[in-house]
């Protein structure tokens, strides 16, 4: 069973799979006993990132009006598979989808040294008692004085906050419109008022770089010309970069599901108990036919949504839905693989363990399991029945 994948799509997979093979995944045994992830020390961070744009793998998913491979959604999930199926992380620019919106003097200042990998943006929107409903609970606000805006508030769980050079930081600026008064700005690191703090997490325990952290802003000035897509648009531009995130991260799952499964298959032919390997065992042949599953449907489900996304469909249901079952499979698929593996599979030789964390944090970052089945069901059922400020 296999997805019909375009040859040029075709072609961008195995250049991918190649590149990860030969220059990534030997650099495993160096990196998974430390525990770092997708942060490397200086050498091999400058040999990849090279790697990267020698291949055209670095900007494959920047749009070709800013000198990127204009690749589509379909390509950039194969692409992202591949990359997944190795625990060291080929860089790509890391460019947040809304910051496309940027006028001239923002392309100049902000877009363009993201995308050559000279500055590093970080996203601000969750706050302490607001996250999936910014429209309605998001505290942090903006008041103009003059040319310039007074922003405070609080930001939390916002990942980057320690090396970025700038926040895309939404803040509300008419609360009488919700969803509609909020308003993205640029503000960069240095200004006066801005302060944070890390929160240790067990994914990014010793990733500075992509660690979490709690943002305080106290009458933070930023200029008018640092209001990304105009007033107004803050909680539209959110939305669009969680919706291009969480179709994509099907790819995330099947990358890392698929190298989980394929040591399981290696392990379970090799591994011995009481005298047979223990593929010759129902539970350890059931738990694999379930992942097989499980990688199976989310494949052939995650290609289908980027192929209708490509095509100009709709896309924020089926992100929803792509966002739900590659958190849960991937869970169910790792949480199998770590049962076969056993004592071996705990330990930071394999990357089983870090490919656990990271698909059990996917059911809760970038929307959780409920917030996203609250909104299929929206879906099926109709706004009048599901609606949660009106249902319980």
């Not at 491979?69 to 080929?90: C, D, M, T, W």
């Not at 640092?226 to 995330?252: A, E, N, S």
């Not at 944090?361 to 400020?389: C, F, K, N, Q």
């Amino acid at each position: 069973m296999e997805f019909s994948l375009p040859q040029d799509v075709k072609a961008l997979q195995t250049l991918t799979r190649d590149v990860v093979r030969k220059e990534c995944m030997p650099l495993e045994s160096k990196y998974l006993p430390l525990d770092m992830y997708e942060e490397y020390f200086p050498e091999d961070e400058a040999h990849l990132t090279k790697i990267a744009k020698e291949s055209g793998l670095w900007d494959a998913h920047i749009p070709k009006n800013f000198g990127g491979g204009g690749q589509g959604y379909l390509a950039n999930l194969v692409v992202r598979e591949e990359l997944y199926y190795s625990a060291v992380i080929l860089p790509q620019a890391e460019i947040i989808p809304s910051l496309f919106e940027a006028n001239a003097y923002q392309q100049e200042r902000f877009l363009y040294p993201v995308l050559r990998g000279e500055k590093l943006s970080a996203f601000a929107q969750t706050e302490p008692d607001s996250g999936s409903d910014p429209g309605n609970s998001m505290k942090t606000h903006a008041v103009k004085r003059g040319d310039t805006w007074v922003i405070n508030g609080r930001k939390m769980f916002t990942s980057y906050s320690g090396a970025c050079d700038f926040w895309q930081l939404p803040a509300v600026t008419d609360r009488a419109k919700r969803q509609h008064g909020i308003t993205m700005f640029l503000v960069e690191k240095g200004t006066p008022g801005i302060s944070y703090r890390e929160i240790p997490t067990w994914q990014y325990r010793r990733t500075p770089k992509r660690a979490t952290y709690e943002l305080f802003l106290e009458n933070v000035e930023v200029p008018e010309k640092h209001i990304l897509g105009g007033i107004g648009r803050g909680f539209q531009l959110g939305q669009k970069w969680l919706t291009d995130y969480r179709l994509i991260r099907g790819g995330t799952s099947l990358g890392q599901m698929q190298r989980a499964f394929d040591i399981c298959v290696d392990w379970a032919k090799r591994r011995h108990s009481f005298g047979k390997p223990i593929a010759t065992r129902q539970a350890i042949q059931h738990k694999l036919v379930e992942m097989h599953i499980d990688i199976l449907a989310l494949r052939s489900l995650s290609y289908q949504a980027a192929k209708d996304a490509d095509e100009g469909k709709d896309l924020r249901e089926d992100a929803s839905l792509i966002k739900l079952i590659a958190a849960r499979w991937g869970h169910h698929c790792l949480d199998h693989a770590m049962q076969i593996m056993g004592g071996i599979g705990l330990t930071l030789e394999l990357p089983i363990a870090r490919f656990y964390r990271w698909v059990r944090t996917a059911r809760i970052v970038g929307g959780t399991d409920e917030m996203h089945t609250m909104v299929l069901a929206r879906d099926i059922l109709g706004r009048e029945y599901v609606d949660p400020y009106t249902n319980t």
